[in-house]
């Protein structure tokens, strides 16, 4: 956007501060801001639920009609504001994203590494892509190109590289560019949104660098790897040493995902990465240091009062903690919120939490309206307003200690609905685990920020203490280590209804509302909502076909009205992408499955079989059968659920590679039938049309072996005779799937293809009436969505 765009946006601008100045001299600065802010907020959430930006007439049409309006005026405005602000931020973001018509360009580039590059030894692949050989270590880095006419932020990997990067630092790369491309899939993580939200105009891997001269930016950047390489040189293997680098300078790369699954199954994920709790507990830190040391000088006090004093010091505090940890957007609006706290503190006073909290989100939103994609916008605001909900208005204040308790249990019910919406799940014991994880680290977070400033300054001061505050840091990790391994079922996954999950939240509301306010039954009844299992997708008769987007793999989900099957389950590798805890999870707890009626492994290999760990933990499995377990697949078995057929055609007994081992799966309802055929090559396709013939005619086909050259003979199309063909294959994969000479042959004989890299997860739902198919990217485009690039189906 530009030009005339600017100008409307700038009036928008302008007309919102008139409305703010206006509500503020008129009714005072009350109830008026609060709601404009709520229209301001509405105006930028209902752009960002768009498919494309909206023409330049539309804000003008809104402008006008909120000059016209007298009644509605000020609410029109500020609603006006909100979509221009945020449709300038959006239009900034896919004006500089690299088209797909330019996808795989190589190109040398200078620029620096704008991030402190993350290293990971073992992996393979890229963004939940395969590789054939593992890589001895992956860097991963925003890289910010000096050249213009390249997006001015850039997310890098590079693959066995035995480079030593490091933030700051200049590079000639030579990069393979890509477009912004994630899974589509219900319920599962949006990589894309992610992208569009951290201004990441491509993606790209390295095939080749060198450094070059060095400049003189990224000063910050350079200060917080120089401490980080001194941690390094501290702590040299201490165990405690990746929980060091997260909570002083933000740097999770360290932490594994035994690590991560720790702190989720114990509701502790919110110490660690640095966000407002950690900021608020420097702020706080600080405040009551100073304010104490400042009380000991009269002088002092007499020339500025020690509250004024200490609010000063903690909102300098929070800002340069939040630089040290790279100044993030969650830390940026957590470096904020004292400040903008003290501002409304300064202006009206905090007699009134709400409007204290109105022009904090007023501000952050203006200031960067696209944060409000990310989850830890809300969950740290919820936070805070649970704080300030369940501490006044009470005619008799409690004790401290029972204070803090019921903060604790509030804030765990309160944000329980927001954890499920944004996590498909929460922590069971997290309540009670936080009684005790909370207060240390209220202790031990600012130790270590003052450790690691005293190393730098006095190192035989600091050296010491940040040793031992490094020790009781590793014994609080064992701790929680070992209180996960020991309940492993403390996580309840879990996806309600977005209504489920409103009326919670009103209940946590009711069941906390001060004491004499009649409302706790009602809290408990809304509260259950919770357990209500959204519907499922089939109701009565027929069952749905899902083959979920998974890359460069194979997850497919069979309902019925009852039952649900699930079909290999994608990818994983080591540090990396794991489409079951990513993809398959998340889209089963969307779908109301709570435990699975039976798993098939088709074969052994890893974009079949890596997601099923993931997959078991989350869920009960009544019968496993395939690859990985004791129960292989036989040819000829069938079986019936809910009026649909399901017929084994064949499995590992037939021999052959691993791939002809596949276990091939029929599943028909009345005239219609969906054949899943793993990886199946010729040879077996050749076995199947002579022992099974009249079983292999369906209406769907999920392509055997992704769409490849050595799979679909024209004899076995000619066999299955589909009206759809679906190829489960990586976007632009390098294996270069589904070929096109499969393609070719699916097109002369005028078969429907889809590939789920470009359509995103594809469901074929068979009814008594007839069968329909729905593609996943087309059913809620959004605008950072990546457009259709169906260069795939170009014949050679």
């Given at each position: 956007?530009?030009?005339?765009?600017?100008?409307?946006?700038?009036?928008?601008?302008?007309?919102?501060?008139?409305?703010?100045?206006?509500?503020?001299?008129?009714?005072?600065?009350?109830?008026?801001?609060?709601?404009?802010?709520?229209?301001?907020?509405?105006?930028?959430?209902?752009?960002?639920?768009?498919?494309?930006?909206?023409?330049?007439?539309?804000?003008?049409?809104?402008?006008?009609?909120?000059?016209?309006?007298?009644?509605?005026?000020?609410?029109?405005?500020?609603?006006?504001?909100?979509?221009?602000?945020?449709?300038?931020?959006?239009?900034?973001?896919?004006?500089?994203?690299?088209?797909?018509?330019?996808?795989?360009?190589?190109?040398?580039?200078?620029?620096?590494?704008?991030?402190?590059?993350?290293?990971?030894?073992?992996?393979?692949?890229?963004?939940?892509?395969?590789?054939?050989?593992?890589?001895?270590?992956?860097?991963?880095?925003?890289?910010?190109?000096?050249?213009?006419?390249?997006?001015?932020?850039?997310?890098?990997?590079?693959?066995?590289?035995?480079?030593?990067?490091?933030?700051?630092?200049?590079?000639?790369?030579?990069?393979?560019?890509?477009?912004?491309?994630?899974?589509?899939?219900?319920?599962?993580?949006?990589?894309?949104?992610?992208?569009?939200?951290?201004?990441?105009?491509?993606?790209?891997?390295?095939?080749?660098?060198?450094?070059?001269?060095?400049?003189?930016?990224?000063?910050?950047?350079?200060?917080?790897?120089?401490?980080?390489?001194?941690?390094?040189?501290?702590?040299?293997?201490?165990?405690?040493?990746?929980?060091?680098?997260?909570?002083?300078?933000?740097?999770?790369?360290?932490?594994?995902?035994?690590?991560?699954?720790?702190?989720?199954?114990?509701?502790?994920?919110?110490?660690?990465?640095?966000?407002?709790?950690?900021?608020?507990?420097?702020?706080?830190?600080?405040?009551?240091?100073?304010?104490?040391?400042?009380?000991?000088?009269?002088?002092?006090?007499?020339?500025?009062?020690?509250?004024?004093?200490?609010?000063?010091?903690?909102?300098?505090?929070?800002?340069?903690?939040?630089?040290?940890?790279?100044?993030?957007?969650?830390?940026?609006?957590?470096?904020?919120?004292?400040?903008?706290?003290?501002?409304?503190?300064?202006?009206?006073?905090?007699?009134?939490?709400?409007?204290?909290?109105?022009?904090?989100?007023?501000?952050?939103?203006a200031l960067d309206p696209l944060t409000l994609l990310a989850p830890g916008l809300w969950l740290s605001f919820a936070a805070v307003a649970a704080i300030f909900y369940?501490?006044?208005?009470?005619?008799?204040?409690?004790?401290?200690?029972?204070?803090?308790?019921?903060?604790?249990?509030?804030?765990?019910?309160?944000?329980?609905?927001?954890?499920?919406?944004?996590?498909?799940?929460?922590?069971?014991?997290?309540?009670?685990?936080?009684?005790?994880?909370?207060?240390?680290?209220?202790?031990?977070?600012?130790?270590?920020?003052?450790?690691?400033?005293?190393?730098?300054?006095?190192?035989?001061?600091?050296?010491?203490?940040?040793?031992?505050?490094?020790?009781?840091?590793?014994?609080?990790?064992?701790?929680?280590?070992?209180?996960?391994?020991?309940?492993?079922?403390?996580?309840?996954?879990?996806?309600?209804?977005?209504?489920?999950?409103?009326?919670?939240?009103?209940?946590?509301?009711?069941?906390?509302?001060?004491?004499?306010?009649?409302?706790?039954?009602?809290?408990?009844?809304?509260?259950?909502?919770?357990?209500?299992?959204?519907?499922?997708?089939?109701?009565?008769?027929?069952?749905?076909?899902?083959?979920?987007?998974?890359?460069?793999?194979?997850?497919?989900?069979?309902?019925?009205?009852?039952?649900?099957?699930?079909?290999?389950?994608?990818?994983?590798?080591?540090?990396?992408?794991?489409?079951?805890?990513?993809?398959?999870?998340?889209?089963?707890?969307?779908?109301?499955?709570?435990?699975?009626?039976?798993?098939?492994?088709?074969?052994?290999?890893?974009?079949?079989?890596?997601?099923?760990?993931?997959?078991?933990?989350?869920?009960?499995?009544?019968?496993?059968?395939?690859?990985?377990?004791?129960?292989?697949?036989?040819?000829?078995?069938?079986?019936?659920?809910?009026?649909?057929?399901?017929?084994?055609?064949?499995?590992?007994?037939?021999?052959?590679?691993?791939?002809?081992?596949?276990?091939?799966?029929?599943?028909?309802?009345?005239?219609?039938?969906?054949?899943?055929?793993?990886?199946?090559?010729?040879?077996?396709?050749?076995?199947?049309?002579?022992?099974?013939?009249?079983?292999?005619?369906?209406?769907?086909?999920?392509?055997?072996?992704?769409?490849?050259?050595?799979?679909?003979?024209?004899?076995?199309?000619?066999?299955?005779?589909?009206?759809?063909?679906?190829?489960?294959?990586?976007?632009?994969?390098?294996?270069?799937?589904?070929?096109?000479?499969?393609?070719?042959?699916?097109?002369?004989?005028?078969?429907?293809?889809?590939?789920?890299?470009?359509?995103?997860?594809?469901?074929?739902?068979?009814?008594?009436?007839?069968?329909?198919?729905?593609?996943?990217?087309?059913?809620?485009?959004?605008?950072?969505?990546?457009?259709?690039?169906?260069?795939?189906?170009?014949?050679?």
């Amino acid at each position: 956007m530009s030009g005339p765009a600017e100008a409307v946006v700038a009036g928008a601008s302008r007309a919102a501060g008139w409305l703010w100045s206006r509500q503020r001299g008129g009714a005072g600065f009350g109830a008026g801001p609060v709601v404009l802010v709520l229209a301001f907020t509405i105006g930028a959430l209902a752009l960002l639920q768009l498919a494309a930006l909206p023409p330049l007439g539309c804000y003008a049409a809104l402008l006008i009609g909120a000059l016209l309006v007298r009644r509605w005026r000020d609410l029109l405005l500020a609603f006006t504001a909100g979509a221009a602000i945020t449709a300038l931020a959006a239009g900034e973001v896919i004006d500089s994203r690299w088209p797909a018509t330019r996808f795989g360009e190589v190109r040398v580039v200078e620029g620096v590494i704008a991030s402190l590059p993350q290293a990971q030894r073992g992996e393979g692949g890229f963004d939940g892509e395969s590789r054939s050989e593992p890589a001895t270590i992956t860097w991963r880095f925003r890289f910010d190109p000096a050249d213009r006419a390249l997006p001015p932020r850039v997310r890098v990997a590079w693959y066995r590289s035995q480079e030593n990067l490091r933030a700051g630092d200049c590079w000639r790369l030579q990069l393979v560019l890509r477009t912004p491309h994630g899974s589509v899939n219900p319920g599962g993580f949006d990589y894309e949104a992610w992208l569009f939200r951290q201004g990441i105009g491509a993606t790209a891997t390295v095939r080749s660098g060198e450094r070059c001269a060095a400049g003189g930016s990224h000063r910050l950047l350079r200060l917080r790897q120089a401490f980080a390489d001194r941690l390094q040189a501290w702590l040299p293997g201490h165990p405690a040493l990746p929980m060091v680098a997260a909570l002083t300078l933000g740097d999770t790369s360290g932490l594994d995902e035994d690590d991560w699954q720790a702190f989720r199954l114990t509701g502790t994920t919110h110490l660690v990465a640095i966000s407002g709790f950690n900021v608020a507990i420097v702020a706080g830190v600080v405040f009551w240091l100073v304010r104490a040391l400042w009380r000991l000088f009269p002088g002092f006090c007499l020339r500025l009062p020690a509250p004024s004093a200490a609010l000063a010091a903690s909102v300098l505090a929070a800002f340069l903690y939040a630089l040290l940890a790279g100044f993030e957007p969650p830390v940026q609006r957590a470096a904020l919120m004292p400040g903008l706290l003290a501002l409304a503190g300064a202006w009206g006073g905090l007699g009134q939490p709400g409007r204290a909290l109105a022009l904090a989100w007023g501000l952050i939103v203006a200031l960067d309206p696209l944060t409000l994609l990310a989850p830890g916008l809300w969950l740290s605001f919820a936070a805070v307003a649970a704080i300030f909900y369940v501490s006044a208005g009470r005619r008799s204040p409690p004790p401290a200690w029972r204070a803090a308790i019921t903060v604790q249990l509030m804030l765990s019910v309160m944000l329980a609905p927001l954890t499920l919406y944004w996590f498909q799940g929460t922590s069971l014991t997290g309540p009670l685990v936080n009684l005790v994880a909370v207060p240390l680290a209220a202790l031990l977070t600012p130790l270590l920020i003052g450790a690691l400033l005293l190393a730098a300054l006095l190192p035989a001061i600091g050296l010491p203490l940040l040793q031992r505050v490094a020790d009781l840091l590793a014994l609080a990790q064992d701790g929680l280590l070992a209180l996960a391994a020991a309940t492993p079922q403390a996580w309840a996954a879990a996806s309600p209804e977005p209504a489920a999950l409103l009326l919670a939240l009103l209940g946590a509301l009711a069941l906390f509302a001060p004491a004499g306010v009649p409302l706790r039954l009602f809290g408990l009844l809304a509260l259950s909502a919770l357990a209500l299992p959204p519907p499922r997708p089939v109701d009565e008769s027929g069952f749905r076909v899902t083959v979920l987007d998974v890359g460069q793999g194979l997850a497919v989900v069979v309902h019925t009205a009852g039952h649900t099957l699930l079909y290999d389950a994608g990818p994983a590798y080591p540090g990396g992408f794991d489409a079951g805890r990513s993809v398959v999870v998340p889209y089963l707890l969307r779908s109301g499955v709570r435990r699975l009626d039976r798993l098939i492994v088709s074969h052994g290999d890893l974009d079949h079989r890596g997601g099923v760990p993931a997959v078991a933990a989350a869920l009960p499995i009544a019968l496993r059968s395939g690859a990985g377990s004791d129960r292989p697949c036989v040819s000829g078995e069938r079986w019936r659920w809910d009026g649909v057929d399901f017929e084994l055609l064949a499995g590992p007994e037939a021999g052959g590679s691993d791939n002809n081992g596949s276990c091939v799966l029929r599943i028909r309802f009345g005239d219609h039938a969906v054949l899943l055929a793993g990886d199946i090559e010729a040879r077996r396709e050749t076995e199947l049309r002579a022992q099974a013939a009249s079983s292999l005619p369906a209406t769907v086909l999920v392509t055997p072996h992704h769409g490849s050259r050595t799979s679909s003979t024209d004899a076995f199309i000619a066999a299955v005779a589909p009206a759809l063909g679906v190829h489960s294959a990586g976007w632009h994969h390098r294996f270069g799937h589904p070929s096109r000479e499969v393609v070719a042959r699916y097109a002369a004989r005028g078969i429907r293809q889809l590939s789920t890299g470009d359509s995103g997860a594809v469901a074929i739902t068979v009814m008594p009436d007839g069968w329909r198919v729905a593609e996943a990217r087309q059913a809620r485009p959004r605008l950072w969505s990546t457009p259709p690039d169906e260069a795939w189906r170009r014949l050679p």
